[in-house]
């Protein structure tokens, strides 16, 4: 892939690793420099391209490599140039590789979940003129020299087909561990992290058989219970007393008793504030009635001692006294 500005000028070394902040790695000594800005726009330029041109050759809708996306993340780009003399004279770039460490939730053999941070493959390319030449291999190798890991250690990002069988031809890497994640790790990916080894089904049946035949612990003797005989929360004289209805006082208990609302309720106050409707009177007793009741009832013992000590003399003659006719005098 051939640019119009100077590539062999740009990256003096054949494989260039751009961190986040797209700087020019150090030029050799006696070569013209040119200005900084205009460096820096030249390796945007190129790390443009080689993402395009990665998306395109992953039939991919956009590219997941940009100056824009590295400088957002902290992600590692390895870059080859080609060194071989090209006619321009402005050398020309071949692939390159983007890696970075990313917080994973990966199953293991077991189908459990772990909570890992890999180094993670996230993009690979080399162009299609110069595949099958051992460019991916010399590039590959040289990443995981500088990253200190191991193939299988690695998680790769949505591989294509044609990384799958590159890993499997050089790495030896083809059993997958299943994952629920656009993530493919490989067997031998937990090799470095250690874990109890898995215990076999004898070893599982052995130990339930122990469990079953250890005996069981003595139940715990509970206080009995109590009869509902003893519990009391009130006497029965109290219960009694509350099955009978109260008799109002005398002289209402000798009232009749409305069983059935009347025809016609009193009449609502349509003013505003008034408090809720009252219940219907008790009824008027007639006068009647009343003094009929009064004589009817045994005059009280205080009563009694007054009138034997009145000198007016008995009852029965006061009496007979005011049935007679009284003149017109008297009156006055």
Known sequence: MEFPFDVDALFPERITVLDQHLRPPARRPGTTTPAR?????????????????SAKAQHLPAPITSASRMQSNRHVIY????????????????GFIKVGYKKLFVLDDREAHNE??????????????VQRHGHGREL??????????????????????????????????????????????????????????????????QARAAVDATPAAPARKLPPKRAEGDIKPYSSSDREFLKVAVEP???????????????????????????????????FVPEQELLRSLRLCPPHPTARLLLATDPGGSPAQRRRTSSLPRSDDSRY
């Not at 870059?79 to 071949?94: E, F």
């Not at 890992?116 to 003129?129: G, K, R």
């Not at 990002?157 to 499997?168: E, G, I, M, V, Y």
């Open 37 to 53: 800005i205009d460096l820096q726009q030249q390796i945007m330029t190129i790390v443009d391209e080689l993402g395009k041109a």
């Open 249 to 283: 006082p005398w002289p209402l208990n000798r009232a009749p008793r409305r069983t059935t609302p009347p025809a016609h309720p009193p009449p609502r106050s349509s003013s505003l504030g008034n408090s809720p409707d009252r219940g219907p009177l008790r009824p």
């Open 79 to 94: 870059v080859l140039k080609d060194t071989a003399a090209r006619p321009a004279g402005k050398g020309a770039i071949i």
């Open 140 to 205: 590959f190798q040289y990443m995981l020299q500088k990253e200190r890991v191991e193939p299988h250690q690695l998680a790769i990002d949505r591989p294509s087909p044609k990384l799958l069988k590159f890993l499997n031809k050089h790495y030896n890497l083809e059993t997958t561990v299943p994952q629920v994640n656009n993530f493919v790790i490989f067997e031998g990916f937990f090799a470095h992290q250690h874990r109890p080894p898995a215990p076999s089904l004898r070893a599982m049946r």
């Open 116 to 129: 890992v941070e890999p180094l993670c493959i996230l993009d690979f390319y080399i162009h299609e003129s």
